[in-house]
């Protein structure tokens, strides 16, 4: 659905991906890990075109999307959740998902608030007021109603209290039931085990394993090793 083939890119004159390939098929989890600075953040931006590729390609259901400009990639299905929340503060929880809603969205309003009680029941609320947890997930509430065929979340558990963890690894195991493909960026190997259907670990800026989700959670071991390379 969603692949990329020997991507590199830089900032400036850094050259920060090299030669990265990966794949995440329909309906599937794929779980980037990676730790600080290992380049997950910069591979989401650019294979959502916000930062252009130096060169590789970007596929998405058969059609290249390198060199489309961020929005296009956006209106041909991929919704991204960077790493800071951008919601809107002084609007209402309401206000903020009626921002990202697109007509014919599986993910209507009522959709999403069964999965996220928490936003029902703070619809009201100017989005300010909510925990970071709260913010965190409104961001993912908001980025679904505009219903992407593929997430990108980049860190979604960055920062969170453990209890706010759980209840977000719960609603992307939700998500991952009802079918929704993602790709999630962490660097918390035991929330990435948990829901990835297949991993692929950046070290560098380069991919340095993948293998499927079931071999790396009989060998966390190993995958904790190359991780911390
Ligand atoms: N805007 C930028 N300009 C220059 N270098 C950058 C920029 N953003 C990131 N980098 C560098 O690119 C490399 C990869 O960073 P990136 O943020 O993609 O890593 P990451 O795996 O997402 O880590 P993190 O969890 O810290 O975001 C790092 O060496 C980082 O310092």
């Given at each position: 659905m969603l692949s990329c083939h020997d991507l590199n890119a830089r900032y400036g004159v850094a050259h920060v991906l090299f030669d990265v390939s990966l794949e995440l098929r329909a309906g599937r989890v794929l779980s980037l890990l990676g730790r600080n600075g290992a380049g997950k953040s910069t591979l989401l931006k650019t294979l959502m075109g916000l930062l252009p590729a130096h060169s590789g390609t970007v596929a998405f259901e058969g059609r290249r999307i390198d060199g489309l400009p961020p929005w296009h990639v956006a209106r041909l299905g991929l919704g991204y959740v960077p790493e800071e929340r951008r919601i809107?503060?002084?609007?209402s929880v309401q206000d903020n998902i009626e921002v990202g809603e697109r007509a014919g969205s599986p993910w209507t309003r009522e959709r999403l608030y069964g999965i996220f009680p928490a936003l029902r029941e703070f619809r009201k609320r100017p989005a300010g007021l909510l925990s970071g947890g709260q913010q965190q997930m409104l961001t993912v509430a908001r980025t679904l109603a505009g219903g992407p065929a593929v997430l990108l979340i980049d860190e979604?558990?960055?920062?969170?209290a453990p209890v706010m963890v759980q209840t977000l690894e719960s609603v992307m195991a939700q998500l991952k039931r009802e079918g929704q493909t993602m790709l999630v960026a962490a660097q918390d190997l035991r929330f990435a085990l948990s829901i990835a259907d297949d991993i692929c670990v950046m070290n560098l800026g380069r991919v340095v394993h993948a293998c499927s989700g079931d071999d790396a959670r009989a060998d966390a071991a190993r995958l904790r090793q190359l991780f911390t390379l």
């Amino acid at each position: 659905m969603l692949s990329c083939h020997d991507l590199n890119a830089r900032y400036g004159v850094a050259h920060v991906l090299f030669d990265v390939s990966l794949e995440l098929r329909a309906g599937r989890v794929l779980s980037l890990l990676g730790r600080n600075g290992a380049g997950k953040s910069t591979l989401l931006k650019t294979l959502m075109g916000l930062l252009p590729a130096h060169s590789g390609t970007v596929a998405f259901e058969g059609r290249r999307i390198d060199g489309l400009p961020p929005w296009h990639v956006a209106r041909l299905g991929l919704g991204y959740v960077p790493e800071e929340r951008r919601i809107f503060v002084d609007l209402s929880v309401q206000d903020n998902i009626e921002v990202g809603e697109r007509a014919g969205s599986p993910w209507t309003r009522e959709r999403l608030y069964g999965i996220f009680p928490a936003l029902r029941e703070f619809r009201k609320r100017p989005a300010g007021l909510l925990s970071g947890g709260q913010q965190q997930m409104l961001t993912v509430a908001r980025t679904l109603a505009g219903g992407p065929a593929v997430l990108l979340i980049d860190e979604p558990t960055e920062g969170l209290a453990p209890v706010m963890v759980q209840t977000l690894e719960s609603v992307m195991a939700q998500l991952k039931r009802e079918g929704q493909t993602m790709l999630v960026a962490a660097q918390d190997l035991r929330f990435a085990l948990s829901i990835a259907d297949d991993i692929c670990v950046m070290n560098l800026g380069r991919v340095v394993h993948a293998c499927s989700g079931d071999d790396a959670r009989a060998d966390a071991a190993r995958l904790r090793q190359l991780f911390t390379l």
